[in-house]
């Protein structure tokens, strides 16, 4: 399957998708890899992967870009909170840091059985708030983004290649 970051994703198969899901145990509903690069990831993620790309990002928006597990929640926070929140007072200051600055591509990790109703719908407020009478399959995250007013603080862990190269043009990345 080509992409529209012109990345073609490859279902893995037999012995290497093995191997991973022996690796990677949170998995079970299948990998892509994704060339060039060797990118790898869960096989929802091309359902969502042309939105990603296409997304259009604002002047005001600030992308907290990492690698996992290298502090980006607490730099997302202290993002959010410079931009929003100086004196403590913001009406969604209280919201989890996940509806206050969405993690853009965490749709992937969602497995095609996640319906309206389900408990990753009800843990998550702000699509209900921002988003009322979408479809969840859609991506929620995605939406969230989208929908999320000015000034929007978007966390991802994507690498440059896959998202559309106006971002560097338009949003502030750190």
């Known amino acids: 399957m080509l992409l529209d970051s012109s990345h073609k994703a490859t279902l893995l198969e037999e012995e290497e998708l093995a191997q991973q899901e022996k690796d990677f145990t949170g998995y079970k509903h299948g990998l892509v890899r994704l060339n060039p690069g060797r990118w790898l990831f869960p096989a929802e993620f091309t359902k969502f992967a042309n939105g990603l790309f ?72 702000s699509f209900q708030r921002l988003c009322p009478g979408a479809d969840p399959k859609d991506g929620m995250y995605l939406q969230i983004s989208e929908a999320t007013p000015d000034p929007r603080t978007i966390k991802t862990h994507l690498p440059f290649s896959l998202l559309h190269h106006s971002m560097l043009d338009t949003a502030k990345v750190t």
Request: aromatic letters at 14%; a negative charge; charged letters at 20%.
């Open 54 to 125: 296409n997304f259009k990002w604002r002047n005001s928006d600030v992308v907290v870009m990492t690698y996992p597990k290298c502090g980006t929640n607490w730099t997302q926070e202290i993002i959010w909170t410079m931009r929003n929140n100086a004196n403590f007072d913001h009406p969604l200051a209280m919201d989890p840091l996940m509806d206050r600055s969405p993690f853009f591509e965490c749709d992937m990790f969602f497995a095609e059985e996640v319906v309206p109703g389900s408990s990753e719908m009800n843990e998550c407020p």
